[in-house]
């Protein structure tokens, strides 16, 4: 066998290659450990300020008021009621036409569909803030007759535009993952390409949508832009879809800018990222969960 | 006029996490002699012939049990390196799989990473192992063409003149002919037939006249246990275990 | 005659349901449009050479965006230095060297959890750290930093995608050839996997050239009256400016001619990255020769 000095040398260096991979492989964890750390860095002081349970169920964000109250409730509200709101939108308008994408349209307008999907995730949330603002704002204002049109409404209908291309690109995938024997099977018994579609594709892939809908949901609890742009900003428990709302989000972007550096409301605002933090980290944990019992079933039955 | 082995087998067993694919495996492989390794499919004729070159290494929760001796040392040894094991070891696949590289650049891609870099040597290489695949009077004239472009008869014997471009001692081949039509199988054979006066060669095949045609020696392997190995001749016409025949004249498998 | 009318009742159910589904990817298709539509509609009119070239004058109520055009590109640019090589690098370990187990699940998640950080956290992180811990300042840096972290979970994922599609055939006929993993990673793996890692990090400049939150702490300069001299300093941005543009100041009617068209610039350029990454996605699948 050749030169041993250069085995053992190639085998070192072989040894050394994977592990410098293995070490940018790590950065990703790091970087989430260093985030929660500057969150808790930044963001724990205000707790020396106001009780945990007063900061999350307060029903007062006066953070600037003397003295001032800093009870995040009401944006956490806001952030549910937008959320769920554009849930509503998206979940059906995104699996649907994850559907018609995966199952109906022909080859060419499915690619041309895929490509629009693509496309809207592509546009940049101030963009669709913007769109919000200008243009169905002033809308919604005269044709429901409302004080302003910058409310839940409207946050939320732009929301779920980001919500969909998630949700519908994710469904499509499940949808398009479903082995085509299941399929052929039910026609075979004389289904309608309808019964296949919800009886059996559906079916087998609902782990699948599951997922892409939770992942929908979390992007719209966390989207900045819209919300800031279009939510209208009351940091007030809502009374109806027309009211005014100040999410999570849009708190932290809007007052972050004003508040002292090393202040109670800077590290308030820290907090808030926390809970901001936590509640999609949840969301994507679910999912993650989710998708992967579904391999392991997956790979089961094979 | 028994050979040398060049590789031996002892005791091997070898499991895909819980599940054993072989049993026990021991056997001689003679120098300059065709192998032929037959059975049913999942017999375990292919995982064998992968454990000779340590392919199996790429796939993950395998396990090696007992020794395979390749010129009496075993390559099982932790501190042996199977970069060096595949570089005398050469193997050719099921299905033909040449690089999306030009012709030449496939056949100088392993001998440039192993260190030879003039342009003299390379092509003098190039050549030399396409004349021993047959395959040089096809395409000496279109050296830097994409491989992909040639007939699945002919990337097969560039793969095979690839490996021989490693000069190695031994050709592993897994079923070579699978994917091809009779006349490509055709070539393949006869070159198996010239090439064993430089090379060891072991071969996988599901089919049983190739078997007898193309090699000197036969295992007969079913359920992952080498049920029986012999002269070809012997196997073919008088196996001693009543399996063997029953698999050889088609009653099973 | 019984079993007439239920089949004509499966299928009229099969039509309804197809009507709707149809409409659900209609309506998507008419917002997009409507949305680019009034952009344009709106915005072409205030675009000019000037209009690209100049930087805003009398107190941002005229003028052009040169700075914010300059200074997300810069942003990009750092963004996308900071996440490539990262994101490949991980990628490569994921799918070239990793063995199922712990570890690689572990990295997975983070991976996942990454991605669905909320950009505005993206923010506060990149403030805390970067800006206030690290001492880089709100500027160029920290801002190319944050994004940079923002699109690697995308890197990663398009890199691993594009890795796990070079056929293992192509890394069998390597390594049985005597050739060392690295040098089959090297030589053949990554080659082969170049044009669908270039999709995905196309994709993740657009990604970065749209965000807003992730830089409105740590790079974004309200209006800057000179281009940026080095890193350390503060810049504008398109999305940036259009933000501030639409919502702070005196003058929001007077400058919506602006808005739009700053809002055109940033869309033409993010649909525009996108656009060539899907068009070289679909050149790439319909010349895939294995």
Same mark, same amino acid.
């Given at each position: 066998m050749v030169q041993k000095a250069s085995v053992i040398s190639r085998r070192i260096k072989e040894t050394l290659i994977k592990n410098i991979f293995a070490v940018f492989a790590l950065f990703s964890i790091v970087m989430l450990g260093l985030i929660v750390f500057f969150l808790f860095r930044e963001g724990l002081p205000i707790f020396r300020v106001v009780s945990v349970t007063d900061f999350l169920f307060g029903p007062f964000w006066y953070p600037t008021y003397d003295p001032p109250e800093y009870g995040i409730g009401p944006l956490i509200v806001g952030s549910v009621v937008v959320t769920i709101l554009s849930s509503l939108i998206a979940v059906p308008l995104g699996v649907l036409s994850a559907i018609y994408i995966s199952e109906i349209a022909p080859p060419r307008l499915k690619e041309v569909l895929k490509a629009i999907i693509e496309l809207l995730a592509g546009l940049p949330s101030v963009v669709l803030g913007f769109f919000g603002m200008v243009i169905l704002a002033p809308w919604l204002q005269e044709t429901f007759d409302i004080a302003t049109g910058l409310n839940i409404l409207n946050a939320s209908i732009m929301l779920a535009l980001m919500a969909i291309p998630t949700i519908s690109s994710l469904s499509e995938d499940a949808l398009y993952a479903v082995p085509r024997d299941f399929k052929e099977a039910s026609y075979a018994l004389g289904a309608t390409r309808y019964e296949t579609i919800t009886r059996v594709t559906f079916t087998a892939a609902l782990s699948g949508i599951s997922t892409a809908v939770i992942l929908g949901m979390a992007r719209a609890i966390g989207e900045t832009m819209v919300v800031l742009m279009? =939510?209208?900003?009351? =940091?007030a428990l809502p009374g109806s879809i027309f009211d005014s709302v100040r999410p999570m989000p849009a708190s932290i972007a809007a007052e972050m800018g004003e =508040?002292?550096?090393?202040?109670d409301h800077y590290h308030a605002l820290f907090a808030t990222g926390i809970v901001l933090f936590f509640i999609t980290l949840a969301f994507n944990l679910v999912a993650d969960y989710i998708s992967n019992r579904f391999k392991e079933v997956g790979s089961g039955t094979l | 006029m028994k050979n040398q082995p060049i590789i031996t087998t002892k005791n091997v067993n070898f499991y895909y996490g819980a599940f054993q694919a072989l049993t026990d495996i021991t056997m001689d492989f003679e120098r300059n002699r065709v192998t032929a390794l037959i059975g049913p499919s999942g017999c375990g004729k292919s995982t064998l012939l992968r454990l000779l070159n340590r392919m199996n290494d790429l796939i993950d929760q395998t396990r090696v049990e007992g020794e395979v001796l390749f010129e009496g040392r075993n390559i099982y040894e932790p501190d042996v390196d199977p970069v060096e094991i595949r570089k005398r070891i050469g193997m050719v696949f099921q299905k033909p799989n040449p690089f999306p590289k030009s012709i030449y650049n496939n056949i100088t891609y392993a001998p440039r990473l192993a260190g030879i870099k003039s342009k003299e040597s390379l092509d003098a290489l190039v050549e030399d192992s396409l004349k021993q695949a047959v395959l040089w009077d096809e395409v000496k004239d279109i050296l830097g063409r994409s491989a992909m472009t040639l007939s699945g008869g002919q990337q097969q014997r560039l793969c095979i003149a690839r490996a021989l471009a490693m000069k190695p001692d031994v050709l592993l081949m897994d079923e070579p002919t699978s994917a091809l039509d009779p006349i490509s199988t055709a070539k393949i054979e006869e070159l198996v037939d010239e090439l064993k006066e430089s090379y060891t060669i072991i071969i996988v095949t599901h089919n049983m006249q190739q078997a007898a045609r193309v090699s000197e020696y036969t295992g007969f392997f079913y359920l992952g246990k080498l049920i029986e190995f012999g002269l070809t001749e012997k196997i073919f016409t008088n196996p001693d275990i009543k399996q063997t025949e029953d698999y050889i004249t088609g009653r099973f498998g | 005659m019984n079993e007439q009318s239920l089949m004509k009742r499966r299928y009229l159910k099969q039509r309804a349901f197809f009507l709707i589904v149809r409409l659900s990817a209609l309506v998507i298709t008419l917002a997009l449009v409507g949305i680019l539509f009034f952009l344009f509609y709106n915005g072409l009119g205030a675009i000019s050479w000037d209009f690209l070239t100049l930087p805003p004058t009398d107190s941002m109520t005229k003028g052009g965006i040169m700075p914010a055009i300059v200074g997300t590109f810069y942003l990009t640019i750092g963004a996308i230095i900071v996440a490539l090589p990262l994101g490949v690098a991980s990628a490569i370990y994921l799918t070239e060297y990793a063995k199922q187990g712990k570890l690689i699940r572990v990295i997975r998640v983070a991976v996942n959890c990454l991605a669905g950080v909320p950009s505005v956290v993206f923010g506060l992180f990149g403030l805390g750290f970067? /800006? /206030? +811990?690290?001492? +880089?300042?709100?500027?160029i840096l920290s801002g190319a930093l944050t994004l940079g972290i923002l699109i690697l979970p995308t890197i990663i994922g398009a890199s691993e995608e594009a890795l796990k599609a070079v056929p293992q055939t192509f890394r069998e006929a390597s390594l049985a050839l005597g050739v060392s993993k690295w040098a089959t990673i090297s030589r053949i793996v990554i080659p082969s996997a170049v044009p669908g890692i270039l999709t995905g990090s196309i994709l993740g400049i657009g990604r970065a050239a749209g965000e807003t939150a992730p830089i409105m702490f740590t790079a974004a300069a309200f209006f800057t009256a000179v281009l940026p001299k080095s890193v350390f300093n503060e810049v504008m941005a398109l999305p940036y400016h259009i933000y501030v543009l639409a919502t702070a100041g005196t003058h929001i009617e007077q400058t919506r001619p602006i808005q739009y068209g700053t809002a055109l610039v940033l869309i033409a350029l993010v649909l525009g990255i996108d656009l060539v990454a899907i068009v070289i996605r679909s050149v790439i699948r319909r010349k895939k020769r294995w």
């Open positions: 279009v =939510a209208g900003g009351a =940091a =508040a002292p550096f090393g202040g | - | 970067f /800006v /206030v +811990f690290l001492r +880089f300042g709100s500027s």
